[in-house]
């Protein structure tokens, strides 16, 4: 397993649609590890395969943050929302790809969600709370949308201008 860089926004990767994965070969079982190391070793919760600059419908996520309860690593190829709740919930949201910003955005609370898993079988579940914000903001991912494209585009610019410089800075280093 290895870390792979993380793209940072604005990157025009970061804003494309990415393809289906056909079969589930070792080389997308290899970028599944990665992931999952890169996601944990960030840390966060979710990570969409555009965020290591590979253009595939492919996320892992782990939204376990208590250290008394075991981890539970998922990989989703081809993810599809299979349906949303008309109720809604509000979480902070953050990313991977716009290192320490914050903003409140509103999605549907519950959503069901189809997937092929590591082993090539189809599986559907039911996602709520955290798990059900995390994975609406990576899927949006594989579509090409950031968490602040849901903002006003003052605040949205403002964020993007505030990771340019990042990406300066660091381009300095
Ligand atoms: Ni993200």
């Known amino acids: 397993m290895s870390i792979r860089p993380i793209l940072i926004h604005p990157d025009p990767r970061l804003k494309k649609l990415c393809d289906p994965v056909s079969a589930i070969s070792p080389e997308l079982g290899k970028l599944a590890e990665d992931m999952l190391e890169t996601m944990y070793d960030a840390p966060g919760i979710g990570l969409a395969a555009p965020q290591v600059a590979v253009m595939k419908r492919v996320l892992v996520m782990d939204c376990i943050k208590d250290p008394e309860t075991a981890p539970r690593p998922m990989v989703l190829f081809?993810?599809?929302i299979t349906?949303?709740?008309e109720a809604r919930?509000?979480?902070e949201e953050g990313?991977?790809?716009?290192?320490e910003q914050y903003a409140d955005v509103e999605r549907p609370a519950e959503v069901r969600v189809r997937w092929t898993g590591l082993d090539g079988r189809e599986v559907e579940e039911e996602f709520n709370g955290l798990w059900?914000?995390?994975?609406q903001h990576e899927i949006d991912h594989l579509d090409g949308k950031l968490f602040i494209d849901y903002l006003k585009p003052l605040r949205?610019?403002?964020?993007t201008r505030r990771m340019e410089k990042l990406k300066r800075e660091r381009a300095r280093e």
Not at 132 to 135: L, M, N, P, S
Not at 156 to 159: A, G, N, V
Request: charged share 5%.
């Open 78 to 80: 081809n993810p599809v």
């Open 83 to 85: 349906w949303s709740s």
């Open 89 to 91: 919930s509000t979480y």
């Open 95 to 99: 990313c991977l790809s716009i290192p």
């Open 132 to 135: 059900a914000t995390c994975v």
């Open 156 to 159: 949205r610019q403002m964020i």
